[in-house]
Nanobody, 115 residues
């Protein structure tokens, strides 16, 4: 069974920081591509960041230099450090796994950036 559980969201002021963490089922993190997505109501879910099995990372242009995706194989977590947050970063953030031709999603966690 694949389990993905996000934590660390909340409300911050513009310019603030948050660190999201995705707890994963044991043994899946290091062998698969994992991603962070986000979605605003009424909008298409968009890819924020990716880390592949080799540790190579990719970011959408709007978060480059501000967000960092990483994994901790010892703790079985996928993390997203978010700095210099902007109101347009407000969304529900989802941890995502692609494995054996299937997609698996966390429940989503709210990130709100507002004065």
């Amino acid at each position: 069974q694949v389990q993905l559980v996000e934590s660390g969201g909340g409300l911050v002021q513009p310019g603030g920081s948050l660190r999201l963490s995705c707890a994963t089922s044991a043994g899946i993190l290091s062998f698969n591509v994992m991603n962070w997505y986000r979605q605003v109501p009424g909008k298409e879910r968009e890819l924020v960041a990716t880390i592949n099995a080799f540790g190579t990372t990719t970011y959408r242009d709007s978060v480059k230099g501000r967000f960092t995706i990483s994994r901790d194989s010892a703790k079985d977590t996928l993390d997203l450090q978010m700095n210099s947050l902007k109101p347009e970063d407000t969304a529900v953030y989802y941890c995502h796994l692609y494995k054996a031709g299937n997609s698996y999603w966390g429940q989503g966690i709210q990130v709100s950036v507002s004065s």
